[in-house]
């Protein structure tokens, strides 16, 4: 439930160090540079050429056309300059749209590709408990959303970083070759660059005040039109304290327009005035120099009056450039800090190489960063191979987290998990992962085929054959063969009209399928028939033991009648095991596990009987 009346605290003003900037800046641009090594120096070279011809034809011949014009020059060889560079700048606009539209967009796919690859990658190599971290969550998510719009930004940046010194310097030089004084000016413009770097930041704030009680007030009209919200909209009267709420909503946006509106009012007001101030005085002096010294010609004078605003206006960018780039570099961070990330729980790859055996649980205790309790005190297992292992006890009792420590889906808190007396952690990971076949409760259809749903890999020859028979003994066959793509068949209509959407039973047997594609050693099944009333699961689990002859089987059930089934039950409560031997041993025994077989038995007698009366 989200606290409605929280405030949240501005997110604190994150620094970088200036090293870190220019770093994480440059990161991005040899990331670039390396999947794409022709777009940034045609990118760049492009840029400073387009900004040599911008001054050659407005600024450079400008003046020397006026100039010589003054001074008598025969007119032919002047439009003869003018029709040179106007026939260059048409050359050039030609090129730059080609690259633009037809070069540029090719090479900026490659680049997305290769991003959203290395955050792909890493994403499914790190520890599943990075997803249970909200802070690393977060960076990931950000990491995932920004990262290729911020590396075009960096581009972007520096592209316009190199355009405007080439471009200053070329005019700076001309406007000082005419009259050093003109030099001066300049510091108007670089302290108009300061007062804008601040205006930013002012407004950076603002929006970040901003953004919380923007999110109060789309929470309300969400809250409006969701059909969830929907019932208790009607029957009570929410509607009125939503409204409520919205009012201060509003409130706080009118105190935060009087907080900001008046500086903000100021500062925007010299930015804008001040480059025209540059050029007011510049044209002064320069008239001066041409009507009354007569030290300037009046194609001198056509420069300054032209040329000095540009340069302002540039210089007084330049100060913001620096400041993108510091904001590019705090978002870079995000995706850095996530591709620099190792799991704790390395992907081994020059480990030993995994072969079918017993598998030991030594003594393992676990528990989940941030829990205030173990999850999994002490256990001690073993599992031999072609084993059926059933583990039962009620929600919470730690199966699952048994489950995926067995899987080295994370690494135990004390004691080990061995496969043939040697711990996970030194098995080549690819080798480890081929020994076992898993289907979790909450297994997950992809958007694919039904057949890769099934093998998890891509397609090779003869796997149509293979996943047909997967079907048939998973009993998914009846439904997919009535596809009319059959196996080929894609789940999940969002991207395929043709596709089918199965029920949740249907969804099931398919991923059951899983198991009986391939012939990995170990099968775990973690509650994977909860779909199932209590008759099918068992037969299910039947043929399943009949079908997986001779590979360990390790499910989940909190069904005893199924867990009479395996070898071994291991029957757990609060993290410990508590019994563990056949259904045989535990039932004469007479312990925990005989009392909970016996109320359910009960509770399974009453329910036939009250369906059938
Ligand atoms: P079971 O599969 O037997 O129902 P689990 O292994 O899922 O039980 O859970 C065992 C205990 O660990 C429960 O107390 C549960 O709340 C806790 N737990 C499970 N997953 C997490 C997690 N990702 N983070 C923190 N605690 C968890
Ligand atoms: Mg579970």
Redesign the pocket.
Known sequence: MIRFKRKEKPKKENTLSGRRVFSNNLYVLKIIQRVAPSYLPTYFLWSVTGAILDFFIYTWMMRKVVNDFQLGEPVEKLAAIILALLVGQIVFDVFINILRKVVYPRYQQKIVAAIEQSLFEKASQVELECY?NPKFYDKYVRAMDNSYQRCMDVVNTADMLIWRVTSISTNALILISIDPVLALVALIPLLIGYVRKYRNRMQKNRDDERRPIDRRQAYVQRSFYLGEYAKEMRLTAMPKLMIGYYAETLKEHIALQKKYGYKMAILKTIGDTGPDLVVFLAGLYAAYCTLIRGTMLAGDFLVVFNTVGQVAWVLASLVTTLEDFRTHALYIEDYRYFLDYQPKIKKNTNGVRASAGTLTVEGVTFR?TG?ERD?LQNIHMTIRPGEKIALV?H???????LVKLLLHLYEPTEGAVKLNGIPLADYDQDSLMEQFSVVFQDFKLFSLSVAENILLRPLKEGDEERVTEALKKSGGWEKVSTLKNGIHTTLTREFDDEGAVLSGGEGQKVSLARIFADDAPIIILDEPSSALDPIAEYQMFQNMMEACEGRTLIFISHRLASAALADHVYL?EDGRIVEDGSHRDLMEKGGRYAELFGKQAENYVKEVSAREA
Do not use: C, I, M
């Open positions: 249970e989940y829990a999850a006890g929600n919470g009792s730690g199966k699952s987290t757990l």
